[in-house]
Every structure is written in C-alpha cells, then in structure tokens.
T-cell receptor, first 113, second 114 residues
Framework: KNQVEQSPQSLIILEGKNCTLQ??????????LRWYKQDTGRGPVSLTI?????NTKSNGRYTATLDADTKQSSLHITASQLSDSASYIC????????????FGKGTTLSVSS | DVKVTQSSRYLVKRTGEKVFLECVQD?????MFWYRQDPGLGLRLIYF???????EKGDIPEGYSVSREKKERFSLILESASTNQTSMYLC?????????????FGQGTRLTVV
C-alpha cells in the first residue's frame, strides 16, 4: 500500500534555531516528492520538488533532501522565523502522470520568540 | 499568477441540507481534486477528475458526489449533509504535463454542519 509517514507530528522551536522534518515513503512507481507549506486557514503551497535523481534542493532557508534508496526525505529549515510557523506536508506523486498524490499527515511547526 | 478559487471560505449548513462547494481554476489544468482535511488525519482524497465529465472516486467518496461540466470548474456536492462532514475542504488542480505534477490548492472552505 502506498504510504507517506512524517515525523515528528508537531515541533516547537525558538526563533533563529534550525530544525529538520522527516518524511518516509513507500510509494510505487515513484514520480517525485514535494514539500508543501500550509499556513493556518490557507491551502498548501509547494516549497520544493525532488525527482528520483536529485539529492538536495534549496529554496531560500528551506533545504530538502531525498534518499531514493532508503525512501526518505527531509526538510531542513535554517534560522527559523516566526512566519515559518505552519504545517509542512510531504507529498509523493506516483506514476508518470502524477495523478496519484500520496499525502503525509504533516508536521505542525511552531516558532516562538 | 496561477489561481484556484473556492466559492466560500466559511459555510454553516444544517443536517440534511444539500450543499454545493464550487472550485474554479484559471490554469487550463486537466486534473482537479477535492480533499477534506481533518486534524490528525491529514488530507484525504474524496474525488478527482482528469477531464471534463470524467470523475474517479478517491479514498472517501461516500456521502459525496462531483460534477465537472466545464474544464475550469469542479463542484463537490454533499447530497444530505451530516455532522461528520464538518471539515476543511480543499480543491486542487494540476497539469497532465509529464514532469510537472505540482498541485495548486484553493484557500479552503471550512464547512460546519449543525
């Protein structure tokens, strides 16, 4: 069964600190993996996309990694800001057309001052 | 700028009412999706459509139906609303272009059934 597991479920950090969110997946056939950020009361917005051949991709203070062998991805946030407080959702696309989107349940990050 | 627009941000309906949630996208996307999002359960797929007048059941279609008469519009229908359908509903669209599978989401509709 296609599954995406995220950890931790929630996380509280101080402003300025770094943090890493984890995503493990069992999805076949794998197309790509995206990290989405969802602010409270809003729809998710894509942060990064990673295909099978990519190991690392950065988007500002966000850096995503992918290990296709172990089927693990991480999202590292550097020098966190209050605006980083949100839910982060790992989504794996299955199949060539990517119609099958497998969602993780998300990690809720709270950044406090 | 790409846009997926849901007709309402907040809705309150009574048990037994027929409820329509509308979603419009302006990106000429083939795929459109309806999800519900509940605490601790994440996003769960209700229905999706990959073409006009085509629809496929997702993981939790019971109690819902959909309509896609035009490419840009995808409607979710609750035939007889029940309290367990109180949730956040998210519409999304994506292109069928190979290698570009980003789903763009609407702002969500928070539905409360009383």
């Amino acid at each position: 069964k296609n599954q995406v597991e995220q950890s931790p479920q929630s996380l509280i950090i101080l402003e300025g600190k770094n943090c890493t969110l984890q995503c493990n997946y069992t999805v076949s056939p794998f197309s790509n993996l995206r990290w989405y950020k969802q602010d409270t009361g809003r729809g998710p917005v894509s942060l990064t996309i990673m295909t099978f051949s990519e190991n690392t991709k950065s988007n500002g203070r966000y850096t995503a990694t992918l290990d296709a062998d172990t089927k693990q991805s991480s999202l590292h946030i550097t020098a966190s800001q209050l605006s980083d407080s949100a839910s982060y959702i790992c989504v794996v696309s299955a199949g060539q057309a990517g119609t099958a989107l497998i969602f993780g349940k998300g990690t809720t990050l709270s950044v406090s001052s | 700028d790409v846009k997926v627009t849901q007709s309402s941000r907040y809705l309150v309906k009574r048990t037994g009412e027929k409820v329509f949630l509308e979603c419009v996208q302006d990106m000429d996307h083939e795929n459109m999706f309806w999800y519900r999002q509940d605490p601790g359960l994440g996003l769960r797929l209700i229905y999706f459509s990959y073409d006009v007048k085509m629809k496929e059941k997702g993981d939790i279609p019971e109690g819902y139906s959909v309509s896609r008469e035009k490419k840009e519009r995808f409607s979710l229908i609750l035939e007889s609303a029940s309290t367990n359908q109180t949730s956040m509903y998210l519409c999304a669209s994506s292109s069928l272009t190979t290698g570009n599978t980003e789903a763009f989401f609407g702002q969500g509709t928070r539905l409360t059934v009383v």
